[in-house]
């Protein structure tokens, strides 16, 4: 007998995979616009997808409503 998902180990995933998936789930939600640029793909939140993703704790603000990361330093060697 096989053990149910709960009982299980937790399964290693790629990141960079959930992500891509989210992504295009949004585009399919058309929260989000996929533009390709030759070998590049850019993705624009339209307005629904800014409220739409909320739900799940992201803000999305434009670029100049954005705070500055602060850098931190690298002890060096």
Known sequence: MSKSFQEEEPIPINPFWVGGSFLDYCVR????????????????????????????????????????????KRPTK
């Open 29 to 72: 939600q058309a929260w989000m616009i996929k533009q390709r640029e030759g070998r590049s793909i850019r993705y624009y939140c339209t307005p629904a997808g800014v409220n739409a993703l909320k739900q799940f704790g992201i803000e999305i603000l434009r670029p100049e409503e954005r705070k500055p990361r602060s850098r931190t």
